[in-house]
């Protein structure tokens, strides 16, 4: 039986550390305070958002909340953008996406200024991952899973880690972080020919191809770790699911991330760290 890497633990550390910041700026007459701006009510975006705001609520972070109609024009979204960049009172924004198809999502994200870019979404922050640089803020998932590994002790240095799935969100961030803690990494993508046997090298695999179930028992390599970054609602089953079989991989693997509770539970104590350490960041 594979060893269940949960998230709770993980987000319960990092949540310790982000309360002793919080406690440092309230000293100092601050309250951190983050902005999340949703256009549209999708459910998934709502679901998300009961969560950061519950967990920012249980740290001490004040969250504005912008909800502007499924149908707003790309020139109400800029300004809006820029009203957040201008607010000092606000230290992170989080801008759901992707946003719906008639507005242009790269001027949107490009509009963000860096320092307030919490959930790593612009060019400034991704630069600074895919340079090793450390500046700006890593997306939040992809520092989920490192996270975890380092919680639960396991060793990156020279190890095969292989990442289903190359998105700018997880796949191609997380490939980066795993390459500055001296894993060796491959990508595989809708184009990759026999990813299966490819992701059986792998010590690491990191599942995040955002098909619910695809990964199966072919994929995985007894004694691999698995992180399983997606999440979806399987109706047959009447559950939520993740990218790979749980039931197919757990018996095989030497230890597994559950959906829920493994990756996502984490995700959002990242954010809210996000935004401590940006309030942070303005005290020079």
Not at 63 to 88: C, F, K, T, W
Not at 121 to 128: M, P, Q, R, Y
Request: some cysteine; charged content about 20%.
């Amino acid at each position: 039986m594979a060893q269940l890497l949960k998230g709770a633990p993980v987000a319960e550390a990092i949540d310790a550390r982000t309360a002793a910041d919080v406690a440092r700026l309230s000293q100092m007459g601050v309250t951190p305070k983050l902005a999340i701006l949703r256009v549209g009510d999708k459910d998934s975006d709502l679901s998300y958002e009961r969560g950061v705001s519950k967990r920012c609520a249980k740290l001490g972070v004040q969250v504005e909340v912008l909800a502007l109609p499924a149908d707003v024009q790309q020139d109400a979204l800029m300004r809006e953008i820029s009203a957040l960049n201008e607010d000092a009172t606000v230290h992170g924004v989080l801008m759901f996406r992707p946003l719906p198809r008639h507005l242009d999502q790269r001027a949107a994200d490009a509009a963000l200024a860096p320092a307030k870019d919490v959930d790593g979404i612009t060019a400034g922050s991704l630069a600074g991952v895919f340079m090793g640089t450390g500046e700006g803020y890593t997306p939040c998932t992809a520092q989920a899973c490192m996270e975890i590994l380092a919680h639960y002790g396991i060793e990156t240095v020279g190890k095969r880690a292989v990442v289903l799935g190359r998105s700018l969100v997880v796949g191609r961030p997380v490939a980066c972080l795993l390459m500055a803690a001296n894993a060796t990494v491959t990508i595989c993508h809708t184009k990759t020919p026999d990813p299966a046997v490819i992701a059986r090298e792998a010590d690491i695999l990191i599942c995040a191809t955002g098909r619910m179930e695809s990964v199966g028992a072919d994929y995985v390599a007894p004694d691999a770790v698995v992180l399983d970054v997606g999440i979806s609602w399987n109706a047959d089953k009447g559950k939520l699911c993740g990218d790979a079989d749980f039931d197919a991989i757990e018996p095989l693997c030497a230890a597994i991330t559950p959906v829920p509770g493994g990756v996502g539970a984490v995700t959002n104590s990242v954010l809210v760290s996000h935004v401590v350490q940006a309030a942070l960041a303005t005290l020079g």
